[in-house]
């Protein structure tokens, strides 16, 4: 079993629409957690990072964790073509640790 | 500002062959990173150096050799290619080697090895 599961996807939804995605993992011990957008043939870039559990918002996205089920999401509201991208999630158990990296969910907003 | 240049872009390479990719980040940050990305299987850590002059092993090291001789670049080496090094290669650097410092990557070089 991999540390960091994420849907490949690819997820196609209509522009406009709310969107959901998840990662799970295995290792209890991870505190932080990053998100990482990919544009196709670049470089991923830091998009969002949040501490233990909860809730996390900026702008239109919103990272949430929920530690007692090993569970990440993020949300992307009023979804536009833009964010049509791979999304990676990147938890660690240590703010000197390396990131354990997802595979990441391929996400296609239609206009 | 620039940030993170690989080179080259993409390359073909034959068998056997020695291949050095390079990496050249003008932020002045300690810490860099070669990480290698295959479909599925998602951002895989090669090599890494918390600092020039230091590196240490990542995840699927074999094959591969690194060198840290100042701040600025972290070229990569693949000693004699094999097929199963086909892959997209990225450099990243942070600030400093910790897993909430902000890794900022290049473009990425698209290795074939036929």
């Known amino acids: 079993q991999k540390e960091v599961e994420q849907d490949p996807g690819p997820l196609s939804v209509p522009e406009g629409a709310i969107v959901s995605l998840n990662c799970t993992y295995s290792n209890s011990a991870f505190q932080y957690f990053m998100w990482y957008r990919q544009y196709s043939r670049k470089g991923p870039e830091l998009l969002m990072y949040t501490y233990s559990s909860g809730n996390k918002e900026d702008g239109r996205f919103t990272a949430q964790v929920d530690k007692s089920s090993k569970y990440i999401s993020l949300f992307i509201r009023d979804s536009q073509p833009s964010d049509s991208a791979t999304y990676l999630c990147?938890?660690?158990?240590?703010?000197?640790?390396?990131?354990?990296w997802g595979a990441g969910t391929k996400l296609i907003i239609k206009p | 500002i620039a940030g993170i240049t690989q080179a080259p872009t993409s390359q073909i390479l034959a068998a056997g062959r020695r291949m050095t990719l390079r990496c050249t980040q003008d932020?002045?940050?300690?810490?860099m990173y070669w990480y290698r990305q295959d479909l599925g299987l998602g951002l895989r850590l090669i090599h890494y150096s918390n600092t020039a002059g230091t590196t240490g092993k990542g995840e699927v090291p074999d094959g591969y050799s690194v060198s840290r001789a100042n701040t600025d670049d972290f070229p990569l080496t693949l000693a004699s290619a094999v097929p199963s090094q086909t892959s997209v290669y990225f450099c990243a650097s942070s600030p400093d080697r910790g897993g909430t410092d902000t890794q900022y990557f290049g473009p990425g070089t698209r290795l074939t090895v036929l």
């Open positions: 932020m002045r940050h300690n810490a």
């Open positions: 990147a938890p660690s158990p240590d703010s000197n640790y390396q990131l354990i």
